[in-house]
Protein backbone atom coordinates (compact mmCIF):
# COMPACT_ATOMS: atom_id res chain seq x y z
CA UNK A 1 0.00 0.00 0.00
CA UNK A 2 1.56 3.57 -1.09
CA UNK A 3 1.64 6.55 1.05
CA UNK A 4 -1.30 8.36 -0.05
CA UNK A 5 -3.14 5.26 0.07
CA UNK A 6 -2.26 4.81 3.64
CA UNK A 7 -3.30 8.79 4.36
CA UNK A 8 -6.31 8.17 2.12
CA UNK A 9 -7.57 5.51 4.87
CA UNK A 10 -6.69 7.55 7.76
CA UNK A 11 -8.60 10.43 7.16
CA UNK A 12 -11.32 8.43 5.76
CA UNK A 13 -11.71 7.48 9.21
CA UNK A 14 -12.05 10.10 10.53
CA UNK A 15 -14.89 10.73 8.49
CA UNK A 16 -17.06 7.13 8.62
CA UNK A 17 -16.17 4.90 11.70
CA UNK A 18 -14.64 5.13 15.51
CA UNK A 19 -11.05 3.91 15.73
CA UNK A 20 -8.86 3.61 18.72
CA UNK A 21 -5.19 4.86 18.57
CA UNK A 22 -2.34 2.58 19.18
CA UNK A 23 0.92 3.75 20.98
CA UNK A 24 3.85 4.08 17.86
CA UNK A 25 6.12 1.22 18.23
CA UNK A 26 9.24 1.70 16.20
CA UNK A 27 11.25 -1.35 15.44
CA UNK A 28 15.41 -1.56 16.33
CA UNK A 29 16.14 -1.19 13.02
CA UNK A 30 14.41 2.02 12.18
CA UNK A 31 16.02 3.30 15.11
CA UNK A 32 19.35 2.16 13.99
CA UNK A 33 19.01 3.72 10.55
CA UNK A 34 18.04 6.87 12.20
CA UNK A 35 20.64 7.14 14.27
CA UNK A 36 23.45 6.40 11.49
CA UNK A 37 22.04 9.04 9.27
CA UNK A 38 22.15 11.69 12.11
CA UNK A 39 18.71 12.08 12.93
CA UNK A 40 16.85 11.54 16.57
CA UNK A 41 14.44 8.52 16.61
CA UNK A 42 12.17 10.98 18.40
CA UNK A 43 13.17 13.65 15.56
CA UNK A 44 9.23 14.87 14.87
CA UNK A 45 6.90 16.95 15.92
CA UNK A 46 3.31 15.99 17.29
CA UNK A 47 0.31 17.75 17.50
CA UNK A 48 -2.66 17.12 19.42
CA UNK A 49 -5.64 18.71 17.68
CA UNK A 50 -9.09 18.87 19.30
CA UNK A 51 -12.14 19.28 16.57
CA UNK A 52 -14.63 20.63 19.00
CA UNK A 53 -17.32 20.80 16.34
CA UNK A 54 -17.28 16.94 15.91
CA UNK A 55 -17.91 16.32 19.86
CA UNK A 56 -20.35 17.05 23.11
CA UNK A 57 -19.69 18.03 26.00
CA UNK A 58 -19.69 13.89 26.92
CA UNK A 59 -17.44 13.51 24.37
CA UNK A 60 -14.99 16.18 24.87
CA UNK A 61 -14.40 15.31 28.31
CA UNK A 62 -13.90 12.34 27.09
CA UNK A 63 -11.56 13.39 24.47
CA UNK A 64 -9.66 15.40 26.87
CA UNK A 65 -9.22 11.97 28.93
CA UNK A 66 -7.72 9.93 26.68
CA UNK A 67 -5.47 13.10 25.75
CA UNK A 68 -3.54 13.32 29.27
CA UNK A 69 -3.44 9.21 28.95
CA UNK A 70 -1.72 9.58 25.77
CA UNK A 71 0.91 12.60 27.10
CA UNK A 72 1.44 10.55 30.44
CA UNK A 73 2.29 7.42 27.93
CA UNK A 74 5.36 10.21 26.54
CA UNK A 75 6.22 12.17 29.81
CA UNK A 76 9.78 11.61 30.25
CA UNK A 77 10.46 12.03 25.84
CA UNK A 78 12.00 14.66 24.12
CA UNK A 79 9.33 15.04 21.65
CA UNK A 80 7.73 18.49 21.76
CA UNK A 81 4.11 18.58 21.29
CA UNK A 82 1.60 21.09 20.66
CA UNK A 83 -1.96 21.75 20.84
CA UNK A 84 -4.95 23.00 18.72
CA UNK A 85 -8.17 23.25 18.44
CA UNK A 86 -11.18 23.84 15.78
CA UNK A 87 -13.85 25.33 17.14
CA UNK A 88 -16.02 25.79 13.82
CA UNK A 89 -14.92 29.54 12.88
CA UNK A 90 -10.79 28.91 12.93
CA UNK A 91 -7.51 26.63 13.45
CA UNK A 92 -6.04 28.20 16.74
CA UNK A 93 -2.77 27.62 17.99
CA UNK A 94 -3.55 26.83 22.01
CA UNK A 95 -0.34 26.19 23.01
CA UNK A 96 3.30 25.81 20.75
CA UNK A 97 5.57 22.84 20.35
CA UNK A 98 6.43 22.04 24.23
CA UNK A 99 8.31 19.24 26.47
CA UNK A 100 6.20 20.71 29.18
CA UNK A 101 3.23 18.15 29.44
CA UNK A 102 2.36 19.36 32.49
CA UNK A 103 1.34 22.98 30.95
CA UNK A 104 -0.03 20.98 28.15
CA UNK A 105 -2.28 19.66 30.55
CA UNK A 106 -3.67 22.69 32.02
CA UNK A 107 -4.16 23.76 28.25
CA UNK A 108 -6.10 20.73 27.49
CA UNK A 109 -8.22 21.73 30.77
CA UNK A 110 -8.69 25.41 28.87
CA UNK A 111 -9.70 23.31 25.77
CA UNK A 112 -12.39 21.38 27.72
CA UNK A 113 -14.09 24.88 29.03
CA UNK A 114 -14.07 26.14 26.30
CA UNK A 115 -15.51 23.94 24.03
CA UNK A 116 -19.45 24.67 24.42
CA UNK A 117 -18.66 27.68 22.26
CA UNK A 118 -18.02 25.57 19.07
CA UNK A 119 -20.08 26.03 16.42
CA UNK A 120 -21.41 22.70 14.33
CA UNK A 121 -19.89 22.05 10.89
CA UNK A 122 -20.05 19.57 8.39
CA UNK A 123 -17.34 17.18 7.32
CA UNK A 124 -15.71 18.95 4.40
CA UNK A 125 -15.65 22.31 6.59
CA UNK A 126 -13.70 19.81 9.17
CA UNK A 127 -11.94 18.22 6.67
CA UNK A 128 -11.05 21.93 5.60
CA UNK A 129 -9.71 22.73 9.22
CA UNK A 130 -7.87 19.59 9.22
CA UNK A 131 -6.36 21.07 5.86
CA UNK A 132 -5.74 24.49 7.52
CA UNK A 133 -3.54 22.72 10.33
CA UNK A 134 -1.91 21.15 7.39
CA UNK A 135 -0.73 24.41 6.28
CA UNK A 136 0.45 25.46 9.39
CA UNK A 137 2.96 22.77 9.98
CA UNK A 138 4.24 22.32 6.10
CA UNK A 139 6.81 25.07 6.87
CA UNK A 140 8.14 22.94 9.57
CA UNK A 141 10.82 20.34 7.82
CA UNK A 142 10.56 17.59 10.97
CA UNK A 143 8.00 14.96 9.81
CA UNK A 144 4.81 15.89 11.83
CA UNK A 145 2.02 13.65 13.66
CA UNK A 146 -0.99 14.86 14.30
CA UNK A 147 -3.23 12.82 17.38
CA UNK A 148 -7.23 13.80 15.95
CA UNK A 149 -9.25 14.10 18.38
CA UNK A 150 -12.88 14.11 17.42
CA UNK A 151 -16.46 11.96 16.76
CA UNK A 152 -16.60 10.51 13.26
CA UNK A 153 -18.04 13.30 10.86
CA UNK A 154 -20.82 12.59 8.51
CA UNK A 155 -20.25 12.61 4.91
CA UNK A 156 -21.66 15.75 3.29
CA UNK A 157 -21.28 16.59 -0.44
CA UNK A 158 -18.24 18.57 -1.56
CA UNK A 159 -16.39 16.06 1.49
CA UNK A 160 -14.98 13.55 -1.40
CA UNK A 161 -12.78 17.01 -2.88
CA UNK A 162 -11.92 18.50 0.35
CA UNK A 163 -10.87 15.07 1.71
CA UNK A 164 -8.67 14.87 -1.41
CA UNK A 165 -6.87 18.16 -1.17
CA UNK A 166 -6.28 17.57 2.54
CA UNK A 167 -4.74 14.26 1.82
CA UNK A 168 -2.45 16.38 -1.23
CA UNK A 169 -1.61 18.81 1.22
CA UNK A 170 -0.41 16.25 3.94
CA UNK A 171 1.46 14.21 1.74
CA UNK A 172 3.37 17.25 0.39
CA UNK A 173 4.19 18.82 3.99
CA UNK A 174 4.89 15.18 5.47
CA UNK A 175 2.28 14.84 8.11
CA UNK A 176 1.05 11.80 9.15
CA UNK A 177 -2.73 11.40 11.18
CA UNK A 178 -3.57 9.53 13.88
CA UNK A 179 -7.59 9.89 14.03
CA UNK A 180 -8.87 8.84 17.66
CA UNK A 181 -12.89 8.83 18.41
CA UNK A 182 -13.00 10.54 21.69
CA UNK A 183 -16.19 8.46 22.23
CA UNK A 184 -13.83 5.69 22.41
CA UNK A 185 -14.47 1.99 21.04
CA UNK A 186 -18.12 1.02 20.33
CA UNK A 187 -19.99 -1.72 19.69
CA UNK A 188 -22.86 -2.07 17.73
CA UNK A 189 -26.26 -3.15 18.44
CA UNK A 190 -25.80 -7.16 20.31
CA UNK A 191 -22.31 -7.28 20.58
Not at 22 to 31: F, G, N
Not at 71 to 86: C, E, K, N
Request: glycine share 8%; charged share 20%; hydrophobic share 45%.
Amino acid sequence: MNRRAILMAAVAVVVSAPVMAQQETKSPAVEQAAAQDGRSAEKQLMVLYVDLTAMSKEDLAGGVRAAKKFLDTRRGGTQPVALMSYDGRSVRVMQDFTGDYNLLERTLDQVQSSGGNALAADGAAQMGALQNVVRMLAALKEKKVVVYFAAPATRTPGGAEQLEATIQAAIQANVAFYPLDARGLAAGPGK
